[in-house]
């Protein structure tokens, strides 16, 4: 155990320069060895180290940034931490940056790359923060992938989220629900098949579909044979995916979908979704 | 309301015909004769993506189904587009009824989603190498290609060659025969992977997005960068958001032809092992050596030459008649040689699957995605072939399938 707090901000300096210094530039990276000493004794200081890092942490897009150095030291730590079977400080350095999620001293960038980290090492513990952030239009995108990634309890903060979300987050939440295949939102994405927003309504039938609901089924249909386009083609496919879903358990209702699309796709530039339907109803 | 019909009689209809023939114009193209293909053998093409290997994608489609260009593609575009010809959105190039096939050569990120985009709308791709830029991609445009019939290409074209020379033909064949119990071969690949050359830019400052470029569209599935002009326009290739690194780029070309002598094209890697420093991560930084091992022992090392010690663990070692005992030699010599590929062109004529269809390309380009996965955890990884996932690594097993920017989804 160390005797001495590690000087994190000396450490971090740590990293090597990159090739044309003062420049953005490529790095060639440390030697293996000493970057996992370096990252082995920040983790003896515990969170006070790590607090210590996060507060000299700026992203490019901030005015103070400085180098590369200190998002680096952290992201080895991140990979440091999520090596199988070293949960204690997986979840101590999880628990670190779920906190300054809400802190003030941190750039909306700083914390977009915090949540990137969360991608990385993130588990339950850090859903609850993340799950703050789902109604900020600027942190709702990286929260999101965040939580997908750690995906236990994220379907609940997602779904808590779907009612209060408008604009571009709407599309993005349902969609991540879709992801999750969350059969408990299914009443809610089939109200967001009349969704104003076209994203937020073809990511409707796209989550419905992955969850495999018999009762989007004849909405779906319905709003499939209207489109055209772009919207046509993905909603025939959302049509396709659903009766594969279905037909896992319930075949009748994926004929009763295969039956419809090949009888109304009866334009010959659509004939590869007829013949998808055939192809299915004959096996 | 009644329904009206128009009964022309036969004088009627030669009449009206021969006058509006009178009235047309028919270029000899559209007649066909010698030296012309006629409309019905042409397909209509467009170009997605018109950097870099673009204009040689297309040339290659072309040649292959005698295409016509309808219509090109690219966000870098938009002070042009006109949305007749020339567009910034895939998608409003897709939902066109006259294009049959696409080539597509954007960044790599976009690969999968507009390959599987493109086969919903009943086109068949060629697609520019690397196929994707994680594996859950390149199963999801598996399953389009299936769900929908149509033909998938990978602009790569090596297995071709390979596939036609007598002795990487018996390779195959005792790779297939399951007479090897235990393979003890190994394939050194040394240098050209152009390592630094395709590392992305560290203490890079955001500048201004160009008028011209639609950067939300370019970003794409990815998550939204501040804008810098390093990672567009083939320094891409330097970044995880777009790629993997100088490996996953020119990789696909050399294992291409290997995936197919050792019949690897329906598995994966079980194990990856890599020496490298600690990944940066939005970065694609330096490595030093990869080794892959499959399930039967066969061994694929990638030897960069551009960072750290040089490679000695494993010497190069091949596969001959020599490995299999005399028994095994005959019944080898009873088996059928593998059924030669079908271009491009040839499959889309005959609907069957082209040589370096979406399944195949797949299990070639994960032995890059899993190399990286090695290379960004920083740690030996092991991997379920069938059911695509890494096995005892959580963190590792999150960068097989990413999360992507909505609206865009497998």
Known sequence: MATTKPNVAALVEQMPEVDHPGKPSTFTGPDPAVAERIFAEIFTGGRASLLELLAILRSPCDEDFKN???????????????????????????????????????????????????????????????????????????????????????????????????????????????????????????????????????????????????????????????????????????????????????????????????????????????????????? | MKNRTHKLSRRQFLQRSAAIVALTVVPRHVLGGPGQTPPSETVGAALIGCGGRGPGTFKHLQQELNAVMLAQCDVRWLDRADNKTVYTDFRRVLERKDIDAVAIATPPHWHALISIAAMQAGKDVLCEKPMTRFIAEGRAVAEAEKRYGRIFQIGTFGRFGVSKNPAEILKRKIMKSGLLKNCPGVLVHSGGFKIKQWSGLVNARPEPVPKSLDW??????????????????????????????????????????????????????????????????????????????????????????????????????????????????????????????????????TRKPAGGNAEAAHRTVTILHLANIAIRVGRKIKFDPVKEVIVGDEEANRLVNLPMRAPWHL
């Open chain 2, 216 to 349: 939300g569209m370019y970003c794409g599935p990815a998550p939204l960068r501040p804008y810098h002009p390093h990672r567009v326009g083939g320094t891409h290739r330097g970044y995880w958001d777009y790629e993997g690194g100088g490996l996953t780029d020119m990789s696909q070309h050399y294992f291409d032809p290997v995936t197919w002598t050792y019949g690897k094209d329906d598995t994966a890697p079980v194990e990856v092992e890599v020496f490298a420093p600690p990944a940066h991560p939005e970065v694609c930084g330096m490595w030093g050596w990869i080794e892959l091992r499959y399930a039967d022992g066969f061994t694929i090392v990638c030897d960069g030459r551009e960072w750290g010690p040089p490679y000695e663990r494993k010497k190069a070692r091949g596969i001959s008649l020599d490995d299999l005992d005399e028994e095994s030699r005959k019944k080898l010599a009873a088996m059928p040689d593998p059924e030669p590929l079908r271009s491009f062109g040839e499959a889309v004529r």
């Open chain 1, 68 to 283: 590369y150095k200190a998002g680096y030291v952290l992201h080895g730590l991140a990979l440091r931490a999520g090596r199988p079977g070293n949960e204690k400080q997986r979840r101590l350095l999880a628990e670190t940056l779920a906190s300054q999620l809400d802190s003030r001293k941190h750039s909306k960038a700083v914390k977009a790359f915090l949540m990137q980290e969360l991608q990385t090492v993130g588990g339950r513990e850090a859903v609850k923060a993340l799950g703050k952030h789902l109604l900020d239009d600027d942190l709702c995108e990286p929260a999101t992938q965040a939580l997908l990634s750690i995906r236990e309890g994220a379907a609940e903060a997602l779904r808590a989220a779907l009612p209060k979300t408008k604009g571009k987050s709407r599309a993005t939440i349902i969609q991540a629900l879709g992801v999750l295949r969350d059969a408990r939102s299914a009443a809610a994405l089939k109200k967001s098949l009349d969704d104003a927003d076209g994203d937020a309504r073809l990511a409707a039938a796209w989550a419905l579909a992955r969850i495999g609901d018999p009762g989007a089924m004849d909405a779906m249909l319905k709003l499939a044979d209207k489109a055209e386009g772009w919207e046509r083609i993905q909603l025939t496919n959302a049509c396709l995916l659903l009766a594969e879903n279905r037909a896992a358990g319930k075949k009748a209702d994926a004929a009763r979908i295969y039956t419809h699309l090949r009888d109304t796709r009866q334009d010959p530039k659509e004939r590869h979704v007829r013949e998808a339907a055939e192809k299915a109803l004959s096996q």
